[in-house]
């Protein structure tokens, strides 16, 4: 299968660089596989689970909030605001912040808060179905 480069950038550092078969990316509009090739275009990511294929190993999985992608000739390149490792993330740690966010829901006082930790908590659910898998 053909293979092309891929770049994963969060603000902290440059994440992941290298060639792979394939990218399944979190978009605004919805989520699109990248293979060789590609379609050249520049999109939005929403926060959601994005997966690298590279041949014959397991797929990688991470967890993205925000930024975006550029498909150019070069390849793919995805600056995000937030990037997590799924293999860094514990189920438990996960359903402790989910129960937080919950009661802050519960709590707040004002739409604005409320539909932060609501967001939040969307956040948190990606996350949760990202280490169940």
């Known amino acids: ?3 092309f480069h891929f770049e994963l950038v969060s603000p902290e550092k440059l994440m992941f660089s290298g060639e792979v078969t394939q990218v399944d990316v979190p978009g605004e509009e919805g989520d699109f596989g990248v293979f060789a090739g590609h379609a050249p275009f520049v999109t939005t990511l929403r926060p959601g689970v994005l997966t ?3 041949g014959e190993h397991a797929p990688t999985l991470a967890v993205v909030r925000g930024g975006f992608a550029e498909i150019g000739p070069n390849g793919l390149t995805v600056l ?3 990037v997590v490792s799924v ?3 514990q189920a438990e740690t996960i359903e402790q912040a989910m129960q937080d966010v919950r009661e802050d829901i519960a709590d707040a ?3 604005r808060t409320k539909d ?3 967001e939040r908590l969307a956040q948190l659910q990606l996350l ?3 280490v169940v898998r």
Do not use: H, N, R
Request: aromatic content about 10%; charged content about 40%; glycine content about 4%.
């Open 80 to 82: 995000a605001q937030e």
């Open 52 to 54: 690298v294929y590279g």
């Open 116 to 118: 932060k930790a609501s």
């Open 128 to 130: 949760k179905e990202a």
């Open 1 to 3: 299968m053909a293979t």
């Open 109 to 111: 006082k004002d739409f």
């Open 87 to 89: 293999d860094e993330i």
